[in-house]
């Protein structure tokens, strides 16, 4: 039923995912899951754009352990930052499957992006993935802007499905720790411990991100009795009044549409302004498809543009 609802272009793009046979990541290890997302990354992502700055750096946990970042900017002036943290379920991902995606929303919005490379699990597991991220969000509102000639007063955070989980969470800690965000930037996120929502069902199967692949990456992430901490599931946080404004970026086709709605309906209801889009007849990580979907090319526009008013 759920596929008549995509689109001709997602539909003969999920035939050809198919036909090319790879295995799917929960029947690997993370090792090889890793390597294995690497490898297809960016096969659909738009070539990686030429910017004035890009800069690898490494920044401080809160355990002392140096973490990787990148930094993009279109130009080397004084410019405001986004803090992305990219998607892989924190047991997958880095700086270069998400390179192209971070290079179009620095080029798009004019502002400088820094991408963190947090710790994965399971070797590292939950709530270190979190730890990794405010740490970063600390840093950047604290020394680590200036130092690198940005604006640390006008900051954000943002990124696509676990990295949207943990993007929700960071804008939680930092108004609880009195740090002002100018905008928090959730792309197909994350925001619920459980399968209560039809999309969890109608797109178990087919759609990319599988339910065997979505419990995969729980499992190695974190323990059952742990799933219901609001760190991991920020729809169960107990109150989201005074976060900072949202823009929340769902596809139709995604077994987690559902709990982004009502994530962003639940920071409406708290007096949150939030922007949301629902981009219809695609899949999860479709932003990361902009060589073949031209949904990614608007959610990217969408995104920058929010940046843009944040910013302003």
Not at 75 to 81: A, D, F, I, S
Not at 144 to 173: E, F, K, N, P
Not at 204 to 233: C, K, M, S, T, V
Request: contains cysteine; negative net charge.
């Amino acid at each position: 039923m759920g596929t008549r609802l995509l689109t001709p272009r997602m539909a003969g793009l999920l035939d050809r995912i198919r036909l090319a046979n790879r295995p799917p990541f929960h029947t690997m290890t993370p090792q090889a899951a890793r390597q294995a997302y690497v490898q297809g990354a960016e096969v659909l992502d738009l070539p990686r754009a030429p910017l004035a700055r890009v800069q690898n750096l490494v920044l401080p946990a809160d355990d002392g352990t140096m973490l990787a970042a990148r930094l993009y900017a279109p130009n080397h002036q004084r410019l405001p930052v986004l803090l992305y943290l990219h998607g892989g379920g924190f047991v997958i991902g880095g700086l270069e499957t998400h390179d192209s995606l971070c290079r179009q929303l620095a080029l798009r919005s004019g502002a400088a992006v820094l991408a963190l490379d947090y710790r994965l699990a399971p070797e590292h597991p939950f709530p270190i993935a979190v730890n990794d991220s405010f740490a970063a969000l600390r840093w950047l509102a604290g020394e680590g802007a200036s130092a690198l000639g940005l604006d640390g007063t006008r900051l954000a955070v943002g990124g696509d499905s676990a990295g949207g989980t943990l993007s929700a969470v960071c804008a939680l800690l930092a108004r609880d720790a009195g740090l002002t965000l100018a905008l928090q930037l959730l792309l197909t996120p994350g925001t619920s411990a459980t399968a209560e929502f039809a999309s969890r069902h109608l797109f178990a199967h087919g759609f990319l991100l599988d339910a065997a692949g979505i419990e995969w990456f729980f499992n190695h992430y974190l323990a059952p009795q742990q799933r219901h901490d609001w760190r991991f599931a920020p729809l169960e946080a107990p109150d989201t009044e005074g976060v900072a404004p949202a823009t929340v970026i769902l596809a139709e086709c995604d077994p987690l549409v559902d709990e982004g709605v009502a994530y962003a309906d639940k920071l409406r209801s708290a007096g949150v302004p939030v922007e949301l889009e629902i981009y219809r007849g695609v899949t999860h990580d479709f932003i990361k498809m902009g060589r073949f979907i031209p949904e990614a090319d608007a959610a990217q526009a969408l995104a920058a543009q929010a940046l843009q008013r944040a910013f302003s």
